[in-house]
């Protein structure tokens, strides 16, 4: 199985919420793939305490995200990547295999973003949902107030069977209707 980047030690496979990671048994990094990691973050079956998370947090800190890292399965030098935009979290992925490598704390540290993200929606995202739902309701009262001008000029149309009292009675109706505009 692959080794460890830092260590070059072997890592070994540890079920971690369920899902089989590779973990490094001297510096606690792991190698996972990136539907593993996805399957992780969605089931959020860890509840951490404060203490703990603060402890991931600063150990994920400590990672040196300048350094290069390299694929040992597949011999090349991994990408650096900003994951799920969050400038605080650079991972490393193999552009063959597609493997992330997690420095020690990365794997909690995203576990702990993603659940902040999931009970703290973006507020610009919110925004743009509120600002589209007035639009519509702004386009909504605009074309009510259309079909009921077709309809009033169509009643016009119709009165005008009926002679010249009921047409002006439509022709006031519509013009009325044109003065709210
Ligand atoms: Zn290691
Ligand atoms: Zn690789």
């Given amino acids: 199985m692959a080794r460890c980047p830092n260590c070059k030690v072997r890592t070994q496979p540890v079920d971690y919420e369920a899902t089989r990671l590779h973990m490094c048994g001297q510096c606690g990094g792991y190698w996972v ?81 993603w659940e902040y993200a999931q009970d703290h929606p973006d507020q610009e995202y919110l925004d743009q949902v509120a600002k589209k739902a007035t639009l519509d309701l702004e386009w909504q009262k605009r074309k009510t107030y259309l079909d009921d001008t077709i309809r009033s000029a169509k009643r016009v149309k119709y009165a005008m069977f009926f002679g010249p009292r009921a047409t002006t009675a439509a022709l006031l109706g519509f013009f009325s209707r044109l003065s709210k505009l």
């Fill in 33 to 113: 793939d990136p539907l593993a990691l996805k399957r992780i973050l969605h089931c959020r079956e860890q509840q951490w305490p404060e203490p703990v998370k603060q402890k991931f947090m600063e150990m994920a800190e400590q990672s040196d995200t300048k350094r290069k890292i390299m694929c040992l399965r597949c011999g090349v030098i991994m990408h650096k990547e900003q994951f799920k935009d969050w400038q605080e979290i650079v991972i490393d992925r193999c552009g063959q295999c597609q493997a992330i490598w997690l420095d020690p704390g990365e794997l909690e540290k995203i576990q702990i973003y």
